[in-house]
């Protein structure tokens, strides 16, 4: 199953990113949730302010669909800056890199989303352009090339990562400020939910935002997709209003439960429950028994049920704990505690 085909993926397409564009905050105040990073990263930009300078470059961490791009969009709009937008995997070459920092003013702002998947080469320009705010050219090949240097202005960068341990560490240590973002609690969603649905035009419920943020897993880009599918049920089988029967049709109709699961989480909770008695089981055997491939079910089902507590990982394989077997309706052997558990390893 494609990531992104899933209606609970945090992940976005270029369409996707395109609809958000109307929903996202345009300031600090705006900005709902991740309160220790926001109030930090206010100080940083305040304080760069008062003094007339460009910012430290600002690292941004975290899980898809949490708000990274959106801060950085909020980051150039307090400092009253041009956003540059781009990603590591758009620059295969130094000479790509070059080509956009030649192209940027004093003040500028550069988001570099999945800085991780930076080419090398890239890589180690980034340092010297981040740290002293020039680039060595290279003209020429061979015993006949030479190095010019060119100055830079001034200038902020923002780096957005998933996986901020695969950043080397001459990378992470030119980053003046950190920020590390956290899923959100359902409170926060419904708040976004609220929001989202005014700049949508869409009347809604309060308990109807609620049934929404509670579903999204704790992620505002899924909360925003939820939201259209229920407006989109209600403008076409109800009254045109987001109301608490509207969201639970819809979500039903979109298979997403109560808790956030969808038809492969649950899959796989069953196939580990029903087939393999709760576990533990190798990821392999997993996969083949609901049809997917291995990466799908460790890369897009597994990191949700382990965080919310349905599926446990052992050295012996996963193992269901007792709240999976519960949100199926069946009733868990004794052993079944979310520890470690009983049985054979089925690999």
């Given at each position: 199953m494609d990531d992104e085909a899933r209606v609970v993926s945090p992940d976005a397409d270029a369409i996707e990113r395109s609809n958000e564009a109307a929903l996202r905050p345009s300031n600090l105040d705006e900005f709902v949730g991740q309160r220790v990073v926001?109030?930090?990263?206010?100080?940083?930009?305040?304080?760069?302010?008062?003094?007339?300078?460009?910012?430290?470059?600002?690292?941004?961490?975290?899980?898809p669909g949490l708000g990274k791009t959106t801060l950085a969009m909020i980051i150039a709009q307090e400092l009253g800056s041009t956003l540059r937008l781009t990603s590591g995997p758009a620059i295969q070459h130094a000479g790509d890199?070059?080509?956009?920092?030649?192209?940027?003013?004093?003040?500028?702002?550069?988001?570099?989303?999945?800085?991780?998947?930076l080419a090398r080469p890239a890589e180690e320009m980034l340092y010297l352009a981040m740290e002293d705010f020039r680039v060595d050219v290279v003209v020429g090949k061979g015993a006949g090339a030479t190095s010019i240097p060119l100055s830079l202005p001034p200038f902020t960068v923002v780096g957005a990562t998933t996986r901020a341990g695969l950043l080397p560490a001459p990378l992470r240590d030119r980053f003046g400020f950190t920020g590390h973002l956290d899923?959100?609690?359902?409170?926060?969603?419904?708040?976004?939910?609220?929001?989202s649905a005014g700049r949508l035009g869409v009347s809604i419920a309060h308990d109807a935002a609620h049934e929404i943020?509670?579903?999204?897993?704790?992620?505002?880009?899924?909360?925003?997709?939820?939201?259209?599918?229920?407006?989109?049920?209600?403008?076409?089988?109800?009254?045109?209003?987001?109301?608490?029967?509207a969201a639970r049709e819809a979500l039903t109709v979109y298979e997403v439960?109560?808790?956030?699961?969808?038809?492969?989480?649950?899959?796989?909770?069953?196939?580990?429950?029903?087939?393999?008695?709760?576990?533990?089981?190798?990821?392999?055997?997993?996969?083949?028994?609901?049809?997917?491939?291995?990466?799908?079910?460790?890369?897009?089902?597994?990191?949700?049920?382990?965080?919310?507590?349905?599926?446990?990982?052992?050295?012996?394989?996963?193992?269901?704990?007792?709240?999976?077997?519960?949100?199926?309706?069946?009733?868990?052997?004794a052993d079944a505690i979310g520890g470690e558990a009983g049985g054979r390893l089925f690999d």
């Open positions: 926001r109030e930090q990263l206010s100080l940083v930009l305040s304080a760069a302010t008062g003094r007339g300078t460009p910012p430290d470059h600002v690292l941004l961490s975290g899980p890199l070059a080509a956009i920092l030649s192209s940027l003013d004093e003040g500028d702002v550069l988001f570099l989303d999945e800085i991780h998947r899923f959100y609690e359902d409170d926060e969603l419904k708040a976004i939910v609220v929001r943020a509670s579903r999204s897993r704790g992620t505002p880009r899924i909360a925003n997709r939820l939201l259209r599918r229920v407006r989109d049920w209600a403008e076409v089988h109800g009254n045109g209003r987001a109301d608490l029967d439960d109560e808790r956030g699961l969808d038809r492969l989480d649950r899959a796989v909770l069953k196939a580990l429950c029903t087939r393999f008695a709760g576990g533990p089981v190798g990821l392999s055997t997993l996969a083949v028994t609901v049809g997917e491939e291995t990466e799908t079910v460790e890369t897009v089902a597994e990191p949700f049920l382990v965080r919310e507590g349905f599926m446990s990982r052992t050295p012996r394989g996963r193992i269901a704990t007792a709240d999976a077997w519960l949100h199926l309706g069946l009733t868990p052997p």
